[in-house]
Every structure is written in C-alpha cells, then in structure tokens.
C-alpha cells in the first residue's frame, strides 16, 4: 500500500482567483471529474489550489498543461462547459493550444452560449466555409456538421454577407415507412425538417426566427423544390445528403448562383435509399475532389461532441462493421479456392478423365 502511495507522481498548481478556479472545476467538479476519468490522474481542489496525481509522470504534466491552458480560457472570459472539457481531453498531448480552437467564435446565440469549434476537425471545416464556395462536411452523427454550418449561415446572414439562409434535406424516411401523413405539403414535408429547425431556434430567440421564416429571410424545404431554382446571396445547406441520389446531387450543385455558399452534410454510413440507388455523397466525392472553391472535409468519432457515449457506440459500430466486412472478404476468398479444387475434382469422376 505505502509502496503504490510512492510511486503515485504529484503535481500542484496555484491560482490568483478562486472563482474562475471553481468555473474551471464546474458544478460540482465535473469538470474535474472526467478529465479524471479521461486521462486516468486523480485531481483535487481546494479554494485556488489544485492538486494532481498518478501513477505516470506524462501524465500528470499532460493535465498540469491542460489545466492551465483552460484556465487561461476561463480567465479571458470563455465560458467553459463539459463538452469543450471533454474535447480538450482529446487534444491534451497533441501540442495544439486550446485558444487557437475555442477562441475562433463562429457565434453568439441568443441564450448568449458562444459557438466555437470544439477539434481539429471542426476548426478545419469552419475555415474551409470561410474560404471555399461550396463545402462537403462527411463524418458520423454527433460532429457538429449541421449545427456549426448553421451558426455560420446565421452569422453570414447578421453580418449582411448573405441576404437569406436556405436549408433543405431529401425527404427519406430512416428505414420504416412513416405511411400517409396529414395535412398540407409543409405539415407533410415539416418532420423531416426538424433537426433544422432545431439548430435555427437554438441559435436564434423564437420571435426573430418565426420573423425570419415567415419573411421568407430562412427557408426550409425538402431538396425536391430546389429544381429549376437560382439561388442567388443565399447560405444553402443540404443535410443528410448520403440519401440523395447522384442526379438530386447534381441538381443541388446547379442551383448556386451568385453570392452564394453552400454547405452540405451527410454520413455515408447511414444511407436510407432504396436497395440498389447509389448514395449521391459518395459519388460526388470522386466527381468533384480536387476543384478549386470546393472542399472537402471528413469527420471520425473522434469528433463526436455529444454525450461521451456516443463516441462509444460510433467506434463500436465501425469495428462491428469492419469485421463482418473482414468476415465476409475471407468467405468470398475460400470460396474463389474451393472452385478450382470443386472443378479439377469433377472432371476427375467425368468418364474418362483420367485417361
């Protein structure tokens, strides 16, 4: 016992402002607590002291760095919340400083939650629809593709860049069939819409969102009433865009006009599409790749910024998938090698095949 207690390595960190130490710590440590669980060394706090220990060195000095790059964040007034810890988790030891991420604001919403890149991956695919016309954000569910291209559209819109904000998505059920539904053509196309208008009024107060719909300034439609459209000083974004098919893409692509962006957001590991029609995200990868003004930007679980579990479950899912793929390949090439024996063995017990 007293041997483990010696070769546990310690660190202690002291900090002027004890409330910015307890911002940094969270309500009731969480903080604190899942860089614990993330990075496997013990922190403890007291008034501004915190003290570190673990059983690897690396370690320890990995959070002491962590700790004092986020309380330098939480000291030039950056709001910190669990989600952005756990992100900074990922980056500890990667020799990335945190302000370069989390202090380029995309935006302010109107709860006045400020929106930031929270990776790598993120920070790249803002600067990309900074810098490119038309942008490709492909990764699994929870990295942010439509959320942060709508805060940009939102703020491209405040800042006058762009005169109205276009959102729209191919209206595929995701594997059942939802039957008939009531009402006009909005109420009928409104539940595929949804995540959209969600992201909208998390961003924007629910007056000047309805302000901006009912004025035409925001519009949202499924991709079908894009054909034989222009859309000009528009910020388009088509989300789950792995259910169009190659023709929809190509229609969508065509109808930028001039002043205008698009975003457009898929997983292409979540086709909905009828057994046997390619996925339009997946071809336009190797029709377009390369072009000048257009980019292309991918997203693992390692950007994955919703509840910790959902990083699980998404790498969980693609070893699952990459072994049945392994599985499947081994099946199909013992197959190829049974053949030749299955052929040589029958012409062996044709008559005279010996001879």
């Known amino acids: 016992m007293n041997h483990a207690a010696h070769s546990l390595k310690t660190a202690r960190l002291d900090f002027d402002d004890n409330d910015k130490v307890r911002a940094l710590c969270g309500t009731h440590n969480e903080h604190l607590k899942l860089i614990e669980r993330r990075l496997g060394v013990q922190v403890g706090s007291r008034g501004g002291q915190l003290v570190l220990s673990g059983a690897d060195v690396e370690r320890v000095k990995q959070v002491e760095s962590l700790l004092c790059e986020l309380y330098e964040l939480v000291t030039s007034g950056y709001p910190l919340y669990l989600e952005d810890v756990d992100q900074a988790t990922k980056l500890a030891g990667q020799g990335v400083p945190l302000k370069e991420i989390f202090g380029e604001t995309v935006y302010v919403s109107a709860r006045h939650r400020v929106i930031t890149p929270k990776g790598l991956g993120q920070k790249r695919y803002v600067e990309a629809i900074r810098e490119n016309d038309i942008v490709f954000g492909i990764g699994p569910a929870g990295t942010g593709k439509t959320y942060l291209a709508m805060a940009m559209a939102v703020a491209f819109l405040v800042d006058r860049k762009v005169k109205r904000i276009v959102l729209c998505r ?177 012409l062996e017990h044709r008559p005279g095949g010996n001879a």
Not at 304 to 317: G, K, M, N, S
């Open 170 to 346: 191919p209206a595929v059920e995701a594997g059942e069939k939802l039957g008939f539904l009531p009402g006009d053509i909005a109420e009928k196309v409104n539940p595929y819409l949804r995540p959209l208008h969600d992201a909208l009024f998390d961003m924007v107060d629910y007056e000047k969102a309805s302000a901006f719909i009912e004025r035409g300034t925001v519009e949202v439609a499924p991709l079908a009433f894009m054909r034989g459209r222009t859309l000009n000083d528009s910020f388009v974004i088509l989300d789950e865009a792995q259910n169009t098919t190659s023709e929809q893409m190509k229609m969508f692509l065509t109808r930028l006009g001039y002043g205008s962006k698009a975003v457009i957001t898929g997983d292409v590991t979540q086709v909905d599409l009828p057994s046997g029609r390619a996925s339009g995200l997946l071809e336009v990868q190797k029709v377009l790749r390369g072009i000048e003004g257009i980019a292309f930007c991918s997203f693992s679980e390692v950007d994955v910024v919703r509840h910790p579990l959902v990083q699980e479950v998404v790498r969980a899912y693609d070893a699952f998938d990459a072994g049945r793929k392994k599985a499947e390949e081994e099946l199909a090439l013992r197959e190829r090698e049974r053949l030749p024996q299955d052929h040589a063995g029958a």
